[in-house]
């Protein structure tokens, strides 16, 4: 539920977790071959770049999904938010990239944030079903008023 007692809605879960995992670790293979051109292993630094522009590709992908799908299926605002600034810190990462070293301090950080967001929808959004007709789609995080049976008599 969103701050308003409304329920979240996302379009096109499934993918939208799917895309969110593979930005998660594109960006932690970004990781993985920086620190090897950084030791001194020249022929890293083309994967790196290359890998770092096509990570660009999973959020514009879900972005451009939640529109096409906004009078269907819309996303709360609170997640169509999500997907913007999960694109723009993409790009504002590598554009810190391609910059070179001057620009690390932006780079490091914003990937970062990058590996954060897109797990959090990676996993949050992983346990929702797509909706049933007529039915918005659900956040995978808990319905505090939902609660199973053996919660109901944990808490009292």
Same mark, same amino acid.
């Given at each position: 539920m969103d701050t308003h007692g409304r329920k979240r809605t996302v379009a096109a879960p499934r993918l939208t977790a799917a895309l969110g995992l593979l930005l998660a670790v594109g960006v932690l293979a970004q990781g993985l071959t920086a620190g090897?051109?950084?030791q001194g292993d020249g022929q890293w630094h083309p994967w790196h770049e290359a890998l770092g522009d096509a990570?660009?590709?999973? #959020?514009l992908i879900s972005l451009v999904v939640?529109? &096409?799908?906004?009078?269907?299926? #819309?996303? *709360?605002p609170s997640v169509l938010a999500t997907r913007i600034v999960l694109l723009a810190l993409v790009v504002i990462a590598i554009g810190a990239g391609h910059a070179g070293k001057s620009m690390l301090v932006v780079h490091i950080p914003t990937a970062i944030a990058v590996v954060g967001i897109a797990v959090r929808? &990676? *996993?949050g959004? &992983?346990?929702?079903?797509? #909706?049933? /007709?007529?039915? #918005? &789609?659900? /956040?995978?995080?808990?319905d505090p008023e939902e609660r199973s049976p053996s919660e109901t008599k944990r808490r009292g």
């Open positions: 090897a051109f950084l990570l660009v590709l999973p #959020p939640a529109l &096409a799908l906004f009078r269907r299926q #819309p996303d *709360t929808q &990676a *996993t959004f &992983a346990r929702i079903a797509e #909706p049933q /007709s007529g039915q #918005p &789609a659900r /956040s995978g995080y808990p």
